[in-house]
C-alpha cells in the first residue's frame, strides 16, 4: 500500500475510534426515537406507516445491522402502530424501552452502519480528491474531514445529516464524470448515484435545479463553438440527464416496494390524505393521492409524501433559541454564525489564507471578461461546480426559516474542505520562479523552496495540530464543541442548543452522576430520545415549570433551560407557566454534558 494511502487509512482509523468510543455513553438523541423504530418497521413488517417525512435508506440499514446483532421484539399490537397515524414517537418510545429489549444494544447496533458509512465516505473523498488534485490536497481535505466536530457528532446517529452529506458528493462527483465523458457507463453511475441521493434525504431533490445550473455552465465553458453549435451540444446532454433522473426514480421506486408491501393501501390512503391535509397548494397533494391509489405507483406515491412533508415543514420553520432570543421564524445570520462558531478556528485561518492567496495569484477578478471567464471556468470545472453548489445550498438555506442546525448546512463542508486543501496546498509550493540563466539564480531557486517556505510549512503544521488537538480535546462531548472564538464548549449553551448543543445525548451521564453522588431522587426535564425511567428506574420524578418550584435535586436539559430563558422574539409567544421564572435565581451545581444540574432548597 502507498504511503499516502497508509496515512488516509490511519487518519480514518482514528476517526473511528474517536466515533465508537464516544457514542457507547450516549443515549438516544430525539430524532433516532423515531428513526430507529420506524427502520425496523420497513426491515422487519415491510410497512412504511411510521416516519414518511423521511426516505428508507439509512433507517433500514441501521435495522438491518440492529436486527441481526439484537434480534428485538418489535411490538405491533400497540394502538400507536394500529390505530395512529405517524405515530412514530410514542411506538420508539414502546419499541426500545418498553418491551423487554435491551435499548442500549439495539441503539449501538443500529448506529454502526452509520459510522461505517462515514468511514467510506471519507475514504471515497480521499481518494476522489487524490486522483483529481493530488495527495497533498487529499490528506489535507480529508483531515479537515476525520476532525470536523460537525462530522463526528452526526456520523455517530441514525439520522440523515451524514447521508445527506454522502448523496450531495457522490450525486455531483458522478454528474461531472458524466459531463465529461457522457457514456452509457457513466450516465449509469450518475442515475445509480442520483436515485442513492433520493433514498437518503429529500432535500437532495435540490440535485435537480443544481444539475440544470451545471448542465448550463459546462455547455457555456465549452471553446470555439457557435451559437447554435453550442445549443447542439446542449440538446444532447439534456435527454441523457433526463435519463439520469429517470432511471434513478426507477432505483426509488424499487426500493419503495419492498417497504410498503404490507402497508395497506387504503390505510396508506388514509394516512397521505390527513397528513397532507393542511397543504396549501393542492395540484401535488391531488397527484401524491392518485399515485397511492394506484397499486403499481403507490410506492412512489409515499416517496412523494415524504417530499411535500418536508417542503411543508420547511415553509413553517422552528422554534430555536438563538443568541438569547428564541422564535420560529428563523435568522438570516444562524447558519454563517454557527459555521463560524461550530467549526475549528485553525480551520478558518486557513480558509483565510487561502482566499488570500487566491485572490492575489489569480488575474481572474482583475482582469475579468468575457472570454477569460469562460477559459477559467473551462481549466477548473470542478472547483467551480463546488462553488457553485456552495453558494446555492448556502443561498437557500439561509433563505430558508428552517433553523435546525449546524447539520443542515453539512452538505457544503466536503467541498469547502477540498478548496480550502487546494488553495493551502498551491501557497505552499508557490514559487516566483523563472528559468535559471546562471548559477547564482539557481541558488535563489534553491532558497526560495528549501528556505523561504520553511515558514509556511511550520504555520500550517501547527495549524493542522491546534485543529486536531482542539477537535480530540472535545472528547465525548463533540456535539457541544464550539470553537475558543464562542467560549469553547461550556459556553456554546449561551448561542444556540438543540442539535447544536442538546439533542438528548447525555441521560445516560446523568444516571452515572446520580449513581456516583448516591441520589436518592431526582426531578428531571429531559430533551431526547432516552427514557429518563428507563435509566434512572425509582429516582426519576419526571418534572416541567408548570409544575412549580422543584425541590432538592433538578436536572434540565439545555435546550428546555434555555427556551425557558430566552427572549421571545417579536410575535413569539410564551406561556408564562413554561418559563422556569423560579429557577433562574439558582446557579447550577454541575453541568453533565448538555444537562444543568441544581441542588434547591
Known sequence: MKKVNIGAATILLVMLFLMLDSIRNDSAIMDELAHIPAGFGYVTQLDYRLNPEHPPLLKALAALSGQIFTKPHFPTDTPYWQDDINGQWAQGTKFLYNSGNNADKIIFWSRFPLILLAILFGWLFFDWTKKRFGNTVALLALTFFAFSPTFLTHSRYVTTDLGAAFGFFIGIITFLKFLEAPTWKNLLVSALAFGVAQLIKFSLILLIPLYGLLWIFWVFSQPNLHFHERVRVGLRYLWKIAMVGVLGMLLVWLVYVPFTWNYPQARQLRDTEFLLSSYGFRPPVDFDIALVKNKITRPLGQYLLGVLMVNQRALGGNTQFFLGEVSNTGSRSYFPLLYLLKEPLALHVLTLVAVWFSIKKSNFLRKFDFGGGRGWIENHFIEFSALVFIAFYWLISIKSPLNIGVRHVLPTFPFIYLLVAKQITEWLRFHKISTPQNWIEWLKIIYQIFVKSVPKYIFVALMILWLTLGTVSAYPHFMTYYNEFAGGSR???????????????DLKRLAQYVEKNKIEKIAVDYFGGGDPKY?????????????????????????????????????????PEDSYEWLKPYPPVAQIGSIFIYKLP
Not at 491 to 505: C, E, F, L, P
Not at 543 to 558: C, E, L, T, V, Y
Open 535 to 575: 435509566y434512572l428506574d425509582d429516582k426519576f420524578e419526571g418534572w416541567w415549570s408548570g409544575r412549580g418550584p422543584a425541590h432538592d435535586w433538578f436536572a434540565i436539559s439545555a435546550t428546555f433551560r434555555q427556551s425557558a430563558f430566552g427572549t421571545p422574539a417579536p410575535g413569539f409567544i410564551r406561556k
Open 491 to 505: 459556553s456554546g449553551w449561551k448561542i444556540a442548543v438543540d442539535s447544536n448543543y442538546d439533542w438528548g445525548q
